[in-house]
């Protein structure tokens, strides 16, 4: 069987955005609104065992106060440490990883289909692609993002809606 497609994730794939952005951007989020959370990049780690940003605030908050966070107190946190990723992105301090421009040409120029298949947020998704590779519509196909599916990584839904999109197995 001849390799088909590439399907491309985000996050630690295209460019190192957890460690270097997302983290960076929570710690930015959580001191603006005095929240005595701050991740250094060893104990960061363990949190990406929880898929989302929402997801990930509510569980570090639930564990610092021993309740349930209110759901607007964390949309809030989410929204500013969307903002603060954006900034990062936009003072150019993230970068696509050693070899990936080199790859996603080659699969190109081969024929291949590509697509990004992450469930990060598309706005994060558009904010990164824009920055760091704006000829992505012309190699994306589509983007699979985290608000097309119910379930988020690891679950393969995202997968699985990438296959049908090229008409693969």
């Known amino acids: 069987m001849a390799l088909e497609a590439l399907l491309w ?24 609104a005095g929240v005595p959370i701050h991740w250094d990049p060893p104990g960061y780690g363990a949190w990406l065992a929880i898929a989302g940003g929402h997801e990930r605030i509510r569980a570090a908050l639930r564990q610092l106060e021993g309740t349930e966070p209110d759901p607007r107190r964390v949309a809030a946190l989410q929204g500013r440490k969307q903002h603060h990723y954006a900034a990062l992105i936009g003072a150019g301090e993230l970068a696509l990883r050693p070899g990936v421009a080199a790859l996603l040409a080659a699969a190109a120029n081969a024929g291949l289909a590509q697509g990004v298949v992450t469930t990060s947020g598309r706005a994060a998704v558009r904010a990164l692609l824009e920055r760091l590779l704006p000829t992505a519509p012309e190699i994306f196909a589509f983007w699979v993002c985290g608000e097309d599916v119910s379930r988020k990584k690891p679950d393969p839904e995202a997968y699985a809606q990438a296959a049908r999109r090229l008409g693969l197995s």
């Open 9 to 32: 994730d985000v996050d630690g794939t295209l460019a190192e955005t957890e460690r270097d952005g997302h983290r960076r951007a929570f710690n930015r989020a959580f001191a603006e």
